[in-house]
């Protein structure tokens, strides 16, 4: 890696940090799952609110942390 682009990730996420966020992250898509499996798929707005926040939230930054673990994107 060359210095400017160390730069660029010197204040970013450490990888611990980044990994804790995975963890936290794939816990809440199970969480989800789970509270599915038990009380059904909401109705109306309540399945965008819950289900498509949650999605967006847990899986986005579950996304975004894989990208930057295998990317090694942290100092």
Same mark, same amino acid.
């Given at each position: 890696m060359q210095r400017a682009e160390a730069? !660029?990730?010197k204040y970013g996420p450490t990888r611990g940090e980044l990994w804790f966020?995975? !963890?936290v992250s794939v816990l809440g898509l199970a969480f989800? *799952? *789970?509270a599915i499996f038990l009380r059904g798929l909401p109705d109306g707005p309540a399945l965008v609110e819950v289900v498509g926040v949650a999605l967006a939230l847990f899986g986005g930054t579950a996304v975004w942390t894989i990208k930057r673990l295998?990317?090694?994107e942290h100092p």
């Open positions: 730069e !660029v990730f966020r995975l !963890v989800l *799952a *789970a295998i990317r090694r």
